[in-house]
T-cell receptor, first 110, second 114 residues
Framework: RKEVEQDPGPFNVPEGATVAFNCTYSNSASQSFFWYRQDCRKEPKLLMSVYSSGNEDGRFTAQLNRASQYISLLIRDSKLSDSATYLCVVNIPDDYKLSFGAGTTVTVRA | EAEVAQSPRYKITEKSQAVAFWCDPISGHATLYWYRQILGQGPELLVQ????????DSQLPKDRFSAERLKGVDSTLKIQPAELGDSAMYLC????????????FGQGTRLTVV
């Protein structure tokens, strides 16, 4: 089983729509979770950390479900500029490393 | 805003040649990562340093790849000899501490082996 798995998409949504997707992780001891955004042929950039209580940053909301071992990202009122690949990142405590999912592609159309 | 610096941005090399990439992490970041990313996939960790020490190089193809961070600051990743399958984006990232804190990426080096 992969350490971090994501639905690759693509999620193709109209401007103004809400889109949500999940990421599952295999190591129940993981403590740190992040969402990164990556534009085509660019470097990943930190979008937000994911806290146990869930957190919101403008139109973006992240949730953590420890019992089912998944995190989610919800984007409200989608903008064209939200088109990107969203990478889920989870720490692997035994190895002291960060493990990346393969990414979920979101395309927002006019 | 502090950034991770990488060079070169682009590199084209012939197979069997040697190639090297350089990374300067954010000042004060003890942890430095080298990742390789193939188009359509997530970044794959090649090597992780804590200060000058390698803490994980389990996925580094050691017959041809080497990495060093001699003074615990900047780092060099080398490939010798390069193979066609090495064509990818090579990303350097740094973080303040090991794994529990977010990592910040440089712009990457896009390598094409011909």
């Amino acid at each position: 089983r992969k350490e971090v798995e994501q639905d690759p998409g693509p999620f193709n949504v109209p401007e103004g729509a809400t889109v949500a997707f999940n990421c599952t992780y295999s190591n129940s001891a993981s403590q740190s979770f992040f969402w990164y955004r990556q534009d085509c042929r660019k470097e990943p950039k930190l979008l937000m950390s994911v806290y146990s209580s869930g957190n919101e940053d403008g139109r973006f909301t992240a949730q953590l479900n420890r019992a089912s071992q998944y995190i989610s990202l919800l984007i409200r009122d989608s903008k064209l500029s939200d088109s990107a690949t969203y990478l889920c990142v989870v720490n692997i405590p035994d190895d002291y490393k960060l493990s990346f999912g393969a990414g979920t592609t979101v395309t927002v159309r006019a | 805003e502090a950034e991770v610096a990488q060079s070169p941005r682009y590199k084209i090399t012939e197979k069997s040649q040697a190639v090297a990439f350089w990374c300067d992490p954010i000042s004060g970041h003890a942890t430095l990562y080298w990742y390789r990313q193939i188009l359509g996939q997530g970044p794959e960790l090649l090597v992780q340093f804590q200060d000058e020490s390698v803490v994980d190089d389990s996925q580094l193809p050691k017959d041809r790849f080497s990495a060093e961070r001699l003074k615990g600051v900047d780092s060099t990743l080398k490939i010798q000899p390069a193979e066609l399958g090495d064509s990818a984006m090579y990303l350097c990232a740094s973080s303040f501490a090991r794994s529990n804190t977010e990592a910040f990426f440089g712009q990457g080096t896009r390598l094409t082996v011909v």
